[in-house]
Structures are given as C-alpha cells and as structure tokens.
C-alpha cells in the first residue's frame, strides 16, 4: 500500500519553544491530509484536517494559533506546535487521503515538552 | 512483527447483521480499537476493548480474545450508512495505535 512518513519519530523540547512535524505522502499525491493527537491509553483524536492550498479545518477545542498547519503540497503537510507546554506531550499522528476513500497513516511523532 | 489481519471487504444485505474478524500480533497489548470511516473522512471512534468478552453498544458490538489475538466487530440492523471502511487497531506496549488496511464494508438494498 501506499507510504506516508512522519520526521520526526520523536522529538524533546524544552517548554516554549516550537516544534515542527512533517508528513508527506511519498508515493502518491495528497489533497487532504489529517493530524491526530494521542493521549496514553485513549483513543486518536483528530485534530484538524488539512487541505492542500487552503486553509486547515480544526476540531472544536482545537487552537489553530497554538497548532499551525501548512499544507503546500499535494505530498507535503506540517504541523507546528508553538509555545509548547508539557501538557502539549502526546503521540502525533498524520494520515494522508489517496483517491476519495483510502486513508494511510503515518507512524506518528511522540512529543515530550520539559 | 507486529501485524493486523482483517477481510479486505465485506458485502453484507441492509437490516443483515455482518461480523468483522480481526486477528493480530503486536509488541505487548494495551487494548484494542475498532474505527469507522466514511470515504474521504477521518476515521471515528467506534469500541475499545482491553478485557476478554463484549462490549455492546447500540448496533455495535466488540469481541475480544486477547489469548487468541483475535477481534471482531458485529453490526446489527445494518444501515445504509453503515457502509465504510472499519479499522481495527490494536495498542502495543508504547501505546501506540498499530494500524492496518482496514475492512471495506458494503451495505446492498
């Protein structure tokens, strides 16, 4: 099946400080990408859907100054945390849409804010 | 490894019942998620089970085996819009959500 990465894997950073997560399709061509968030022991929960060349569409609850989401590319999303604070520490995860109805995942970002 | 087994579709007859199977293998178990998703949509939360039996949930209903790695999700009184991909996702010992292709279900008149 297709292939969808995330860089990085993890990532440590001190409180304040932003940090940036990419996703991108590598073999296919992405209008719509999601990003997740994953708390321990709780489901995924998205997060906000991203549309290449326009904005992003946020979940309620969602901050979109806090959670910046550039989507550029047809293969290429990022989501930027800022101001990062230790409750922002979760597993981050995007998805790529192929065609209309096949959603690959990527293998997720953990997060830990010191 | 860590692997996910599931049907890749399913074709199932509205107010039918359809049983969706699911057998796994991952790095430790933290429990185990089922997903539905719509095409073009974001997959969106359906059942977890982290002990042995079932749990019921309206038309829904969730089975695990974790001595058997094994799943599966019943639907009762099937619905058109019952048709969608359904993802079972198992949570490995970090916690993390292990992902598979996901069962296309469709739902004939």
């Known amino acids: 099946g297709a292939v969808v990465s995330q860089h990085p894997s993890r990532v440590i950073c001190k409180s304040g400080t932003s940090v940036k997560i990419e996703c991108r399709s590598l073999?296919?061509?992405?209008?719509?990408m999601f990003w997740y968030r994953q708390f321990p022991k709780q489901s995924l929960m998205l997060m906000a859907t991203?549309?290449?060349?326009?904005?992003?569409?946020?979940e309620q609850g969602v901050e979109k100054d806090k959670f910046l989401i550039n989507h550029a590319s047809l293969t290429l999303s990022t989501l930027t945390v800022t101001s990062a604070h230790p409750e922002d520490s979760s597993f981050y995860i995007c998805?790529?849409?192929?065609?209309?109805?096949?959603?690959?995942f990527g293998p997720g970002t953990r997060l830990t804010v010191l | 490894g860590q692997n996910i087994d599931q049907p890749t579709e399913m074709t199932a007859t509205e107010g039918a019942i359809v049983q969706i199977n699911c057998t796994y293998q991952t790095s430790g178990f933290n429990g185990l998620f089922w997903y539905q998703q719509h095409a073009g949509e974001a997959p969106t939360f359906l059942s977890y089970n982290v002990l042995d039996g079932l749990e019921e949930k309206g038309r829904f209903s969730s089975f695990l085996s974790r001595s058997k790695g094994y799943s599966y999700l019943l639907l009762k009184e099937l619905q058109m819009k019952d048709s969608a991909s359904y993802l079972c996702a198992p949570m490995d010992s970090n916690y993390q959500l292990i992902w598979g292709a996901g069962t296309k279900l469709i739902i004939k008149p």
């Open positions: 998805s790529a849409l192929e065609g209309t109805d096949t959603q690959y």
């Open positions: 073999d296919f061509q992405a209008t719509t």
């Open positions: 991203s549309n290449e060349g326009s904005k992003a569409t946020y």
